[in-house]
């Protein structure tokens, strides 16, 4: 991942909503979730909803597939993983750094993609 790629997905995530929309997304996995449950999920209007996930597509952090007369939003987990490892890649000049690692995945990317 470059600097750009980064910034933008950061710039896409520094807003509360869609850092809700993105988080329910990642909390759904590979399955995705539709616009609909979505909404309903975090209480906010469709053409809302509608600004949040376009700005996330073009982040590339969510993708967007037709499934007949629906639309699945799912998260970009390699994306995401990538923009973990990015941030933290010269942690402490890559030397230990004495700070645990979270539990569930060892490295705090997702290890189910």
């Known amino acids: ?67 007949g007369r629906h639309l699945i939003y799912r998260p970009e987990l390699a994306r995401m993983n990538a923009l973990t490892d990015y941030l933290v890649a010269h942690c402490c000049g890559g030397q230990p750094c004495g700070v645990d690692a979270p539990a569930a995945t060892g490295n705090g990317a997702c290890t189910s993609c």
Do not use: I
């Not at 988080?23 to 053409?47: E, N």
């Open 1 to 67: 991942m470059d600097e750009h790629t980064a910034v933008t997905a950061l710039a896409a995530l520094a807003q509360g909503m869609r850092l809700r929309v993105f988080r329910a997304l990642v909390g759904a996995g590979p399955q995705g979730l539709t616009p609909g449950v979505l909404a309903a999920t975090l209480g906010v209007s469709s053409s809302t909803l509608s600004f949040h996930l376009k700005e996330l597509v073009h982040a590339g952090l969510v993708t967007q597939q037709r499934d």
